[in-house]
């Protein structure tokens, strides 16, 4: 098993996508201010590491990944030097930064851009990846964000058509130049020797193109996935970027990685191989869409089995080198105690806590998304005028343009959209949530009034909030929930999740019950122990007297430390 033992691997991860964290401006935008106020409320929490979204100069066109300028800070966010204070109280309450590296693609407004389209002999025009006109059609790419799906965009200015695998604003930068490494270079060391502690990379497998632009053998979105994940020198340009900036810092990386498969996971984080130290796979994300979809959501959800199968898979992958990623949510997907628990006021509070116990006791490196710490819930916006995101708003439009079922894909939307993540921090009870004295830029979720708010459940050392400041500091306590052995027990039942943790002599014993039953779980014999402690539960236990048997309420979560 990988036991090297590194801060990063130890740390516990907040997400904080800054537009919604926190205004001081007044401005209904959330700002780096607003994140400089509350580090004292994120150190509480027991987490290690902030993961923060773009904060660089932006049109906003993707919420800040379409970049106008990597070294300069949005107006709307603040300043440099707001940005240099919030490091500064980062690093005094120790807590380490990373930052989001989005280099696949830049902004069309972006100086190399405009230059490169501005004619066929710039010096910048190599830049960018560009298709004659006298050429004809350039073979199909998809694109995530097109109304056309579409990734190639036609420019009058130079008669020709740039790549964009995302958003038309989002032209795709062409790694095989060397001078665009070389810039993508210098400009993460300019970041580092500010202080950050490294880079979360966003869709870092598609930077590798094929520049013959082949004709692809895809129909479906995921086979284009597949294919942009693994160009030609992918590994290549990750361990060039290793060798020239990561390795002479103390840093991590975590990769975006769509399209990688878990035959190829240790290519991209053997430690031998020096490209990235790990990075988020697909395979949970994609467990409850419909098949070949890359956004529309299953009818009946997801099946514990396979969630289980997901899991214990990849932690076998990592078993003796590389390392893993664990999350449930984050800015692109929907409210992970919406999507993994239910959301009903009966059930709400032990899912949440149910979720947050088996990130902070599985193998892996854990992420949590701002607001998960007191059970932030889906909003399922019902009209597509609340909503913000080119990704709704463009698949909408594909959808009328096609003559499509509306109705159907506003019902999918509800429960797929990013939007649900997206929604203000929930911090009282007062109007908008306290996020903002003006009105925000997207709506609150109105469960900020019924008890989903920091304030109230700071008030109760029975909240979820109180719970994820306990299960923290008890993954911090023991160093088996890091680095021990996992082994999944019955992985074919249906609705408890159940699992030890064993490092030398220390093991641990985690029970879940995924479901709205009370549930009886009996170990195997095979699972030998004289006593077993109590760590932590969501729940009040109803029995666990016999000694392999347990009586689990629904959605309870409990934490056994087995001794010999």
Not at 231 to 257: M, R
Not at 484 to 491: A, F, K, Q, S, V
Not at 501 to 517: C, K
């Amino acid at each position: 098993m990988s036991q090297t033992k590194t801060w990063w691997k130890e740390g516990i991860v907040y997400q904080i996508y800054p537009r919604s964290f926190n205004d001081t401006t007044g401005n209904g935008i959330g700002d780096l201010r607003g994140i400089i106020e509350k580090l004292d409320y994120i150190a509480s929490l027991g987490v290690t590491i902030i993961w923060l979204n773009p904060v660089y100069d932006s049109p906003n066109d993707d919420n800040g990944y379409d970049i106008r300028d990597y070294r300069k800070i949005m107006a709307e966010f603040g300043t440099m030097e707001d940005f240099d204070e919030l490091l500064s109280g980062m690093k005094e309450r120790g807590l380490r930064l990373i930052m989001d590296l989005v280099v696949n693609h830049c902004s069309d407004e972006h100086k190399w851009f405009k230059e490169s389209r501005s004619s066929r002999d710039n010096a910048y025009r190599d830049y960018f990846h560009w298709w004659p006109a006298e050429k004809g059609t350039p073979p199909k790419r998809w694109s995530y964000f097109d109304v056309e799906e579409n990734a190639w965009k036609y420019d009058e200015q130079t008669d020709a058509y740039y790549l964009h695998y995302f958003a038309v604003k989002q032209p795709d930068l062409k790694w095989e130049n060397p001078a665009v490494r070389k810039e993508v270079y210098d400009m993460m060391h300019f970041w580092f020797k500010k202080g950050v502690d490294g880079f979360r990379m966003d869709v870092i497998p598609f930077i590798s193109k094929d520049t013959s632009y082949p004709e692809i053998n895809a129909t479906e979105p995921h086979e284009y996935i597949a294919y942009y994940a693994n160009g030609p020198k992918v590994h290549e340009y990750l361990n060039e970027l290793n060798t020239e900036v990561i390795s002479k810092y103390d840093a991590f990386t975590v990769g975006e990685g769509p399209g990688i498969a878990i035959e190829q996971a240790l290519d991209f984080v053997h430690e031998d191989r020096k490209e990235m130290d790990m990075f988020f796979h697909f395979d949970l994300m994609s467990l409850d869409r419909a098949p070949g979809e890359v956004f529309k959501m299953r009818e009946g959800g997801y099946s514990l089995v396979e969630f289980k199968k997901v899991f214990s898979d990849w932690d076998a992958a990592f078993q003796k080198a590389g390392w893993g990623s664990l999350f449930l949510a984050n800015h692109d997907f929907p409210r992970s105690v919406s999507r993994w628990g239910n959301d009903s006021p009966e059930h709400w509070k032990n899912s949440a806590t149910l979720l947050h116990t088996f990130l902070l006791t599985m193998r892996g490196t854990p992420y949590f998304y701002q607001g998960d710490e007191i059970g932030m819930t889906n909003v399922c916006f019902t009209d597509i005028e609340d909503y913000r995101d080119i990704n709704t708003i463009n698949r909408y439009k594909t959808v009328q343009n096609r003559g499509g079922d509306l109705e159907a894909f506003m019902q999918s939307e509800q429960h797929a959209a990013r939007e649900n993540a997206r929604t203000p921090m929930q911090w009282d009870a007062s109007a908008n949530a306290g996020f903002t004295s003006a009105t925000p830029w997207i709506k609150v979720n109105p469960d900020y009034e019924n008890g989903v708010n920091v304030e109230a459940q700071l008030k109760s050392k029975h909240s979820v909030l109180s719970y994820f400041k306990d299960i923290t500091a008890l993954r911090q306590a023991h160093p088996a929930l890091v680095y021990g052995d996992y082994e999944c027990i019955r992985p074919e039942h249906e609705r408890v999740y159940c699992y030890t943790r064993t490092q030398e002599d220390q093991r641990f014993l985690i029970l879940l019950n995924f479901s709205n039953e009370v549930e009886r779980f009996s170990l195997p014999l095979s699972i030998s122990y004289n006593r077993k402690v109590k760590l932590i539960s969501n729940d009040k236990i109803l029995d666990d007297k016999t000694f392999k048997e347990f009586l689990l309420r629904p959605w309870q979560a409990i934490v056994y430390k087995l001794e010999n």
